[in-house]
């Protein structure tokens, strides 16, 4: 059986409504696409079998709120009852409070194709640690799927599986999805609370909670909400932030009601910033603050109301902040939040707070996250790591971290936006939204002898040599203006998205790299004089390891950068690629440091050239 997905740990994807059409809202799966959802659904059984646990496996199954998700839910859930595994099924619910519910099973089936148009469809797998199996469990699982779908009989075996297993048999476990979903909100609730506020403790919980009620008394804020009919739609965001007195201001919040594109980027964030604009004239002027969440709701970029905009007359001075500029902001806040409670909530006196202080710290992100983040992480005395492009690897490559004693407070991927903040394995909007509000909220307090105990944003202009721009009434743009100045390339803009026809992308890489260096040695003294470029450097990454300054540019379907020094030995700019994971496409960025649209543009382009040259030399062989 052929069953044309995209394997990776990231995620199986592929279009799955009957047309084929990627942008078809039909909930039609079609015959093929059913027994390939039941084939996956035993594979995934077979592997947690196979681990020789004792009793019954539970497996939770969860979908967001595409069409197509019924109906590859219920094939994969006959072939898990078939396989003797107990399932608990949540129907709708986002990939975070799955993904934190798990913790009370075995393993989790999550279906979504996250941010792809509405005809794509995947799965998600992961065990009770609450995060996607690693790279190397995955591929132990790709290697089983694939084997069986070479198998000669097993159309005729999916068959068998869908007529032993009933759709009356199943109704008692349809009927107990009420009371698992409820049990599942009530657990994301309590995780994600421990999330923002860095502790399990209760009462420290609350005291970080008390902090921000408090300052939500002088400082109200409404909160602005395009849920996109995605699965958000029916988790906890309204209930968490009202508690605290936020005003949750919600629109497309019907589950499955997808108004428009799924990906949370600036293009798609206009009706959020146009929601802002209405509430801002209606006399609502505390709502500054918005986020979109994509589909499977884990990813959510924000949109906030720009007092710059404002006073230069702008039409709508909502604006969207870029994927690799939230990410930044969160880094930076919960670095400063991790300092600030050091120095206000200490319980074990003053030796324990100085060691805590002293503890080493580090960021894990991806390759073409922007070095933005390795300003920041100097600021705040901060290690910086980098693995290749998948939540799973960054996830593994902060684990290792803190098995070697660095305490890795926050990781993610800068160029796909969001952030994962520990102890949580996966990204999630809520956090990305609290990280912002603690740094509009925790602001400068006085101890009972007059001492002022700096807030988050004061510290970090403190720290990051900046401490000129902290004033007591600062808002969310001065915050901005405060964060590393760089230019970079959208990871949804059509220019970062190449088509490629060679298959060997190691090849590929080997062929750029000839002609890179062909350039440089001719263009030298130009790209010098127009860049201040002197030196370059390559890295690779694959999995969480990274290779800096190599010379072997081939490493697979891993992530190749060049960085770019000044004759200070200073880096300035990087170009990267890599072949998705996810999508049949080639993905290149340019970073480079200051407000600089047209060098970035430009070194794209070359960046560009170099790969279709690359590229067209394969096609040549071939012809």
């Known amino acids: 059986m052929h069953h044309n997905m995209i394997l990776s740990a990231s995620g199986w994807r592929k279009v799955f409504t009957e047309s084929g059409k990627e942008e078809d809202f039909t909930r039609s799966i079609g015959k093929p696409n059913t027994l390939i959802s039941v084939l996956i659904g035993e594979t995934f059984s077979e592997y947690l079998l196979e681990m020789g646990k004792t009793g ?19 094939a994969i859930i006959k072939a898990l009852v078939y396989s003797g595994i107990d399932v608990h099924y949540l129907g709708i619910a986002a990939a975070p409070e799955i993904m934190a519910y798990a913790k009370t099973a075995d393993a989790f089936i999550y279906i979504s194709a996250s941010h792809n148009p509405v005809g794509h469809n995947g799965i998600k797998f992961g065990l009770s640690d609450g995060g996607v199996l690693s790279a190397e469990e995955s591929r132990k699982l790709i290697a089983a799927f694939e084997r069986k779908c070479e198998i000669y009989e097993n159309e005729a075996h999916a ?62 804020l409404t909160v602005v909400v395009d849920m996109n009919g995605s ?3 029916c988790s906890i965001d309204r209930d968490l932030l009202e508690s605290l007195g936020i005003k949750f201001a919600a629109f497309n919040d019907t589950p499955g009601k997808i108004a428009h594109a799924i990906i949370p980027e600036p293009e798609n964030l206009a009706d959020c910033a146009f929601k802002m604009k209405l509430l801002q004239r209606g006399g609502d002027t505390n709502a500054i603050l918005g986020y979109m969440p994509d589909c499977d709701g884990d990813r959510g970029n924000i949109v906030f109301w720009s007092d710059r905009n404002q006073e ?55 390759g073409p996250t922007s070095m933005r983040i390795d300003e920041i992480c100097g600021s705040l005395g901060m290690q910086l790591f980098r693995a290749e492009v998948g939540e799973a690897n960054v996830v593994q490559l902060a684990q290792k971290k803190r098995e070697a004693g660095y305490k890795v407070r926050i990781l993610g991927e800068g160029s796909n936006g969001g952030n994962i903040t520990y102890p949580s394995r996966v990204r999630d909007p809520l956090a990305t939204l609290f990280a912002i509000i603690k740094l509009l909220l925790l602001r400068d307090t006085k101890d009972k002898n007059g001492n002022v105990k700096k807030g988050l944003f004061h510290i970090w202009c403190a720290k990051s040599g900046q401490e000129y721009r902290y004033h007591d009434d600062f808002t969310l743009s001065d915050i901005l203006e405060s964060l ?57 990454t694959n999995g969480t390891e990274e290779q800096k300054n190599t010379s072997n540019w081939n490493n697979g379907t891993g992530g190749l950068k060049i960085r770019f020094q000044d004759r ?20 290149v960025m340019c970073d480079i440091r200051g407000d600089e649209p047209s060098a970035e543009r430009s070194l794209l382009r070359w960046e560009v050239s170099l790969i279709r040259k690359a590229d067209a030399i394969e096609t040549d062989a071939a012809s």
């Open 56 to 74: 019954k496996p539970v497996v939770i199954v969860g979908q967001d709120t595409r069409p197509t998700g019924n109906e590859i839910a219920k």
């Open 159 to 220: 068959w068998e599986i869908l007529s032993c297993v009933s759709d009356s048999s199943l109704a008692p476990l349809y009927d107990a999805s009420r009371r698992y979903k409820e049990e599942s909100l009530r657990t994301y609730n309590s995780f994600i609370r421990e999330v923002i506020t860095g502790s399990a403790d209760a009462g420290e919980q609350e005291l970080v909670f008390s902090r921000l009620r408090n300052s939500l008394q002088d400082r109200p």
């Open 231 to 233: 699965a958000r739609t």
């Open 312 to 366: 230069e007359g702008e039409e709508n001075p909502a604006r969207p902040i870029p994927a690799q500029e939230v990410f930044a902001l969160c880094v930076m806040a919960e670095s400063a939040f991790s300092i600030w409670k050091d120095e206000n909530l200490g319980h074990g006196g003053l030796l324990q707070t100085i060691l805590a202080m002293q503890e080493p710290k580090a960021v894990a992100v991806n």
């Open 484 to 540: 590393p100045v760089y230019t970079t390339t959208g990871v949804s803009e059509s220019r970062a998205i190449l088509q490629v026809a060679t298959k060997d992308k190691g090849l590929l890489k080997e062929r750029f790299k000839q002609l890179f260096e062909e350039e440089w040695a001719l263009r030298k003294d130009e790209i010098e004089a127009i860049y201040g470029f002197t030196s370059y450097e390559a890295d690779t």
């Open 568 to 587: 200070q030995g200073e880096t300035k700019a990087f170009i990267w690629m890599r072949p998705s994971g996810t999508e049949p496409v080639f993905r």
